[in-house]
């Protein structure tokens, strides 16, 4: 994701793709395989909604999203092609 030509970058592990991308009210918050979570200003509800496709699977809790989807820092610094 590159919002406004910077490439949003994990302030943790420095990672700098792989992000689960999380919508709360007008605030996007992004989420690295290393677990790591923050709100990102440079990111708009429409950044969100572009990126977003459909509904696979809805997860009873953030914790148990973020564990079924490899967002809870077991698999961190691993990529995919």
Same mark, same amino acid.
């Given at each position: 994701?590159?919002?406004?030509?910077?490439?949003?970058?994990?302030?943790? $592990?420095?990672?700098?793709?792989?992000?689960?991308? #999380?919508? =709360? *009210?007008?605030? =996007?918050? =992004? @989420? $690295?395989? $290393?677990a790591h979570?923050?709100? %990102?200003? %440079?990111?708009?509800?429409?950044?969100?909604?572009? +990126?977003?496709?459909? =509904?696979?699977?809805? /997860?009873? &809790?953030?914790? +148990?999203?973020? @564990? *079924?989807? *490899? /967002?809870? *820092?077991? #698999? &961190?610094?691993? /990529?995919? &092609?």
């Amino acid at each position: 994701l590159n919002p406004r030509g910077i490439p949003i970058t994990c302030a943790q $592990c420095h990672a700098r793709r792989d992000w689960l991308l #999380l919508n =709360v *009210g007008e605030q =996007v918050f =992004v @989420r $690295c395989r $290393c677990a790591h979570e923050w709100a %990102e200003p %440079e990111l708009t509800r429409e950044d969100f909604d572009a +990126e977003f496709s459909h =509904v696979e699977r809805i /997860y009873p &809790s953030l914790e +148990e999203a973020a @564990r *079924g989807l *490899g /967002y809870d *820092g077991t #698999l &961190s610094g691993t /990529y995919w &092609s």
